[in-house]
C-alpha cells in the first residue's frame, strides 16, 4: 500500500507533465511541422521512460525505507519483489500513456480543440486506472514467480540497461537534454512527499475505523491532481503564449495574489479556477454513488461522512489551485516552465493532502458514531428507575 500513492502519483510527475509540454507545444506551433514533430515526440518519449524507470526504483526504495521505519525492520525478501513491480509498473504504464497522451494532442490539434482541456485530464484519470492495472497484474506475476532466483533481478537489470539508449534519443531535442540533467529534483521530492500519503494509507488501512479508506484514496488523489493539472497546463500555456521565461505579465506581477483575485477575477485564469472549483462537489458526489452501488457494504454510508468528505474534496483542491497561481508565477519569474517544474510539486500535495482529508474525515465520522452509540448505551442507564 505504500507504493500505490508514488506509483499513481508518478503520472503526475511523468505523463501529465509530458501532455502539458506537448499540449504547450501544440498551442505554439512547434509540432506543425512533420520533421519537427518527429523530434520532439520521439525525445518526450525518450525522456519520461528514463524518467520512469530511475524514478519506478527510487519509489520502491523509499517505500521499504518508509516501511521499516514504520515497523522496525527490514524484509529482505521483499526488496526485489518491489523493485522489480515497482520499475515494471512505471515503465510499461509510462509507455502506453506516453503514446496516448501523443495521439490526443495531435488529435485534438488537428481538430483545432485545445489539448490543454483534453490530454491532462485523461493522462490523469487513465493514468490512475492504468497504473493501479498494471501494478497488480505484475505484482501478481512476481509474487507467483517469487522462487525464481533470477527472474525479478533480471527484470531490474533489464529495464535499467535500455536507459542509455533512451537518454540518446532524448538528446536530440536540446530543451529535453535540459530537462533530462535538471528536471530530477521535482519529480524525486514530488514521489518523496506521495511515499508519505502511502504512508498514512498503509498505516491507517488496517484500523477499523479507517475501514473503506482504501477505496476512496485514489479518488479524492485523482480528482484533486486533474484538477489542478489542468489549470497548471492552462496557466503554463498562457504564459508562453503571451510572454517570455523570465518576465511575468504586468497583470500576473504578484507573486502571492490575493485568493480572491485568484478565483473572482475576470482574467482567463481565474474563469478557469472557478469552473474547476465548481466541478468538485458534482464529481465527487458521482464517484461517492458509484462506490456505494458497487462496494456500499464495506464503506461508511452516513451523511456526516458524506459532508465531511466533500467538505475534504472542496478544501483539497481550493488550496492547490491557490497554489498552481503561486507556483506558476514564481517558477516562470525564475525563467523555469510551469509545465516541468509545478505540476509534479502540485500532483504529490493533492496526494498528501488527499490522503490526509481522508484520515480526518474518517477518524472525525467514527469519533461522532462512537460518542453517539456511547450515549445510546448510557441513556437507558441513567434513566429514572421504574
Known amino acids: 500500500m505504500t507504493l500505490v500513492p508514488p506509483l499513481v502519483g508518478l503520472k503526475g510527475n511523468l505523463e501529465m507533465t509530458l501532455a502539458s509540454r506537448l499540449s504547450t507545444a501544440a498551442n505554439t506551433g512547434q509540432i506543425d511541422d512533420p520533421q519537427e514533430q518527429h523530434r520532439v515526440i520521439s525525445s518526450n518519449l525518450a525522456l519520461i521512460q528514463v524518467q520512469a524507470t530511475v524514478v519506478g526504483l527510487l519509489a520502491a526504495l523509499v517505500a521499504l525505507l518508509l516501511g521499516a521505519l514504520s515497523s522496525g525492520e527490514l524484509d529482505v525478501a521483499k526488496v526485489e519483489l518491489l523493485c522489480a513491480s515497482s520499475v515494471s509498473t512505471a515503465f510499461l504504464a509510462a509507455f502506453a500513456l506516453g503514446m496516448l497522451m501523443v ?23 487513465l493514468g490512475d486506472l492504468i497504473t493501479l492495472s498494471i501494478l497488480a497484474f505484475v505484482s501478481s506475476f512476481f509474487h507467483k514467480h517469487k522462487d525464481s532466483l533470477y527472474l525479478t533481478p533480471l527484470v531490474c537489470i533489464g529495464f535499467m540497461a535500455l536507459t542509455p539508449m533512451w537518454v540518446l534519443i532524448a538528446k536530440q531535442n536540446p530543451p529535453i537534454t535540459k530537462i533530462l540533467k535538471f528536471g530530477w529534483f521535482p519529480i524525486i521530492l514530488a514521489m518523496m512527499i506521495s511515499s508519505i500519503g502511502g504512508l498514512i494509507l498503509n498505516k491507517t488501512i488496517s484500523e477499523e475505523q479507517y475501514k473503506g479508506m482504501a477505496i476512496f484514496t485514489p479518488i479524492i488523489c485523482g480528482v484533486g491532481g486533474n484538477l489542478v493539472a489542468i489549470q497548471t497546463s492552462r496557466i503554463s500555456t498562457y504564459l508562453h503564449m503571451w510572454s517570455t521565461p523570465g518576465v ?64 475534504a474534496g472542496l ?58 452509540e456511547l450515549d445510546g448505551i448510557l441513556e437507558p442507564v441513567s434513566g429514572p428507575p421504574q
Open 315 to 372: 478544501i483539497q483542491v481550493t488550496i492547490l489551485l491557490y497554489l498552481a497561481e503561486v507556483m506558476a508565477r514564481l517558477t516562470w519569474h525564475q525563467a523555469l516552465d510551469p509545465d516541468n517544474h509545478c505540476i509534479p510539486y502540485l500532483t504529490a500535495l493533492g496526494d498528501l493532502l488527499g490522503t490526509g482529508l481522508l484520515a480526518l474525515c474518517f477518524l472525525i465520522t467514527w469519533l461522532l458514531r462512537s460518542e453517539v
Open 103 to 125: 495521439c490526443i494532442v495531435i488529435g485534438a490539434r488537428k481538430l483545432g480543440v485545445n489539448p490543454d482541456n483534453i490530454a491532462t485530464p485523461i493522462a490523469a484519470s
Open 248 to 311: 511575468l505579465p504586468l497583470w500576473m506581477k504578484k507573486f502571492w495574489p490575493n485568493p480572491c483575485s485568484t478565483f473572482c477575477a475576470s482574467e482567463i485564469n481565474s474563469i478557469s479556477a472557478r469552473v474547476l472549483l465548481f466541478l468538485v462537489i458534482p464529481g465527487h458526489l458521482i464517484f461517492l454513488y458509484v462506490i456505494y452501488l458497487v462496494e456500499g457494504h464495506s464503506v461508511p454510508n452516513s451523511k456526516t461522512f458524506v459532508v465531511f468528505y466533500l467538505l
